[in-house]
């Protein structure tokens, strides 16, 4: 296990619905782990995992936001216009 990394941490939870779920952090991304309770065949996964940008608490009010990514500005002059 020496060759092991370690990437954080998960911490166990209840979803909205009161299923249970892990989520943590690895860097500015927020980690969501839920069991697939679609799962009809055995080649379908057991979990699914979802990344979020990281909340961050605004410091006057204390209260957690997410920040927004700016939305892109097309170049005019590039051959491809998005």
Known sequence: MNDMIELGGLWSGKDKNGNS???GYLGNAKLLIFKNTFKDAKNQPDYR??????????????????????????DENADIPF
Do not use: C, H, I
Request: aromatic share 6%; hydrophobic share 35%.
């Open 21 to 23: 779920m892990m989520s």
């Open 49 to 74: 995992l979802f990344v979020t940008k990281k909340e961050r608490k605004d410091e006057a009010n204390g209260k957690a936001y997410r920040e927004k990514t700016p939305a892109p500005v097309a």
